[in-house]
């Protein structure tokens, strides 16, 4: 496919270079259900494990299924490689340890998904990574944070629950004046947004979510920009610029732009130093579960952010909504990143505040008839969840507060069915949870 073609609905489909199995002619991908390849030779061998050449070793670090993911999903971005893995989550622990280790340490944005979080406050820490906190709202914040051990920025496009766009060129471009990579998650906003379009060096997601897209696989996936420059500081960036002793002494920064011709050091140790040691491999399996959801994550996210325009401006006039939480409904300087960083649509994700508390929240929940009320976002279905007694229930009060969860809070997530339908859906739920709460909040 010719380079040249930019559009997500073709790049989705055709992005990378596959076209049809060189054996069979097959236009679907195969999946390679294997754990193992033949080498050509002992030398074939040997330059394969010591880095001279690339190719098929283990499904552990690669596989032809996952091989054609990746290439659409690297094309999507606008990256130059990408890694996937077994979870969203684990391609958030892999992009941290990918560039820092015990002593170090990296910013994050305040506004985050409860489970990671989680692994930044607790597991993280107990293996000798700080993960300071800034508040977005100024992206000045980040810069105050850093010190001679900050390794990298890490953010949400558009952050679970708290629906504020992340600042990305704003801290991609503070980064680069500390040669400090950002890390953006851009998880609730694939093809709407392109991080790497504006100053971020990394992007992961949970394949799991929109670009799956079903609710029938668990994936995720790390997306080398290759326009950061990993030894211009070698000091701030050591894991790129010190000899690796697992790798006979490589250094990263500098044979993998010489072995490949391309700038994806990142991608490149991510695989074949965490990947190969900690095993979180995608099955080839779930990458061509991924594949097709792949194939139509543009044509749906038009669907999914047209359905959710049409829901927030129900939802502002309903007398039982004290608050819409959505990209667009903050102040103007918040509210503006949404025109400046997302396209085509402001996303599905959809926060209701309800004048009867946390009663009615439960209440509402209860009451849907056609959401689901399942641990999930990005599905083709309406999803409905309560984030403090579920996704964010292992947080403290502060931490609560800080990713903009109150005890009434409901997310929503809007799917793909007609627009009426999911209306009704909400307008009975609501009729219900209002009966008899309105009272406490006059």
């Not at 049409?310 to 990209?327: D, P, R, T």
């Not at 903050?330 to 009663?359: C, P, T």
Request: with cysteine.
């Amino acid at each position: 496919m010719s380079t040249k073609r930019n559009n997500p609905e073709t790049i989705a489909i055709h992005g990378g270079d596959y076209r049809s199995d060189p054996s069979t002619n097959a236009v679907a991908v195969p999946i390679y259900r294997t754990t193992s390849y033949q080498f050509d030779s002992t030398e074939h061998a040997a330059n394969l494990f010591a880095l001279k050449e690339f190719g098929n070793i283990y499904t552990r670090i690669m596989n032809p299924t996952n091989d054609v993911l990746e290439k659409r999903v690297a094309a999507l971005d606008g990256g130059l490689a990408c890694l996937t893995v077994s979870s969203g989550q684990t391609a958030s622990t892999f992009a941290v340890l990918n560039v820092a280790q015990a002593g170090d340490n990296i910013v994050s944005s305040t506004d985050l998904y409860g489970g990671t979080v989680s692994l930044f406050t607790h597991t993280l820490s107990k293996l000798g990574i700080e993960v300071r906190y800034a508040d977005p709202s100024d992206p000045k914040n980040f810069e105050k944070a850093i010190d001679d051990k900050t390794r990298a920025f890490y953010g949400e496009t558009l952050p679970n629950p708290y629906l504020r766009v992340f600042p990305i060129k704003e801290v991609a471009d503070i980064g680069k004046k500390y040669n400090i990579p950002l890390i953006v998650d851009n998880t609730a906003a694939p093809v709407i947004c392109k991080p790497l379009e504006h100053g971020a060096a990394v992007v992961v997601y949970s394949l799991t979510k929109y670009i799956a897209g079903h609710g029938t696989v668990v994936g995720g996936a790390l997306v080398d920009g290759g326009n950061f420059d990993w030894t211009a500081d070698p000091k701030r960036q050591p894991l790129f610029n010190e000899p690796d002793a697992s790798y006979g002494g490589v250094i990263w920064g500098k044979a993998v732009p010489e072995l490949t011709g391309a700038n994806v050091s990142f991608a490149v140790r991510a695989r074949v130093t965490l990947l190969r040691d900690l095993g979180s491999a995608l099955s080839p399996d779930n990458a061509f579960g991924v594949i097709q959801g792949l194939e139509t994550v543009a044509l749906r996210m038009k669907q999914h952010c047209e359905n959710a325009a049409k829901v927030v401006n129900y939802l502002k006039k309903h007398k039982a909504i004290s608050k819409v939480i959505y990209a667009t409904e903050h102040n103007d300087a918040i509210s503006s990143r949404a025109k400046k960083y997302l396209k085509n649509g402001n996303g599905a994700l959809v926060g209701i505040e309800l004048a009867g508390g946390i009663e009615a929240g439960k209440k509402f929940i209860e009451s849907l008839k056609m959401f689901y009320h399942v641990a999930n976002i990005g599905d083709a279905r309406s999803l409905a969840i309560h984030p403090a007694t579920t996704t964010h229930s292992q947080l403290t009060e502060d931490e609560l507060t800080a990713a903009g969860v109150t005890p009434g809070y409901v997310r929503l997530c809007i799917g793909l069915e007609h627009i009426d339908d999911i209306i009704d859906d909400l307008d009975q739920a609501l009729d219900k949870s209002s009966k008899g709460n309105l009272k406490a909040v006059s």
